[in-house]
């Protein structure tokens, strides 16, 4: 057969772009080479429903090796007891999940997706909100913070059966253990969404959520730099202590139950080329040199916080204590809007994305907010003081928003700094 040039050309310019650019966006990393390669392999042939040693197709002996390795090494990275590598994504980790543990028309509470919450917990426009009858904490409008009084007094009220934490635009430390005292009181599941912030939880950068939840979520692309897809987790001991009544009124172990909320339940075929892939990242993830590089990821945000505060821009919540921020750009200018903001650094080759800041009077299209990451910068090789350059070019596109000559000579910088800074030698 032959090549398939058109789409290989597609592939090729999107390579350059990443390479020429400086990725913000804080879901995106850089995967490694190998982690890229397992995914370009055999594996993608087969089909392998079930779980290692009870499949229901023949010929499983190599991709169940592949998998338990995955699974060894997701469970040795983040201390958990049992692990699901399967899910295709975070969104399917926390609908199988859901599936698992609630029934339809359950109460689930969850973080505001406007206040920086995700869609999979509990938004009108998704599964989780059409299939489950959500309500919603959210931060202070004065700090930008969780105000952990009110999760408590909406939980009281609403008695939801699962309490959902985790974040896809906060920039702060979770209380796990209050979340745990408010589960507890109302007899409620509780549930950590880590996508964002695996890696830094991995590490023992931020606190650990298999302590006090009950479930643990999720990515392995943003910060954890593995492929895309996604994983479920609980503690050893959670196996053993709680049991989930099934639709049927029988006690099972919620390991088998999470299982069978991920095959049969929402997923068909496991991708195992991709698992290969996750295999490789979390053994990346255990190693010295991820260690520097989270560290940096961590340093590199609080330097880029600050140095958007000098400038005059409002970080919400004052800082960060994780891998990115969200940025409120009305204090700066009124007029500035997030769809401006975004549409304008991506013609110098920076990429953010727009994002609702809480209590946003635009809408999502709009929205008076970026969100910016230093997972990928970091990938890179960028530091401190990379951080602060970046900050300068991005406030003098958005101060010069309609000077084409003024962003064509910053898009010249950009394309030149970032051949420093080699992907994919
Ligand atoms: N789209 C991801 C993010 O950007 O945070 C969450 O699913």
Redo the contacts with the bound molecule.
Sequence with gaps: MQRDQQVFDLINQEQKRQEEGIEL????NFASKQVIEAMGTVLTNKYAEGLPGKRYYGGCEVVDQIEDLARERAKKLFGAGWVNVQPH???QANAAVMLAVLNAGDKILGFDLSHGG???HGSSVNFSGKLYEPSFYGVDEENGMINYDKVEETAAKEKPKLIICGA??YSREWNYERLRDIADENGALLLADI??PAGLIARGLLSDPLEYCDIVTT?TH?TLRGPRGGMIMIREDKENTIGIKTPKGDLRKMSSLLDSGVFPGTQGGPLEHVIAAKAIAFEEALSEDYLKYIIQVKKNAEVMAKAFISKGYHVISGGTDNHLMLIDLRPKSDNLTGKIAEDSLIKADITI?KNMVPFDTRSPFVTSGI?VGTAAVTTRGMKENDMERIVDLIDDILMNHEDDSKIGSVKNEVNNWMNDFPLYK
């Design positions: 966006i804080a879901s995106e994504s975070g969104a995700h869609l999979t896809s635009a996508s964002h990515t943003k994305n969100r």
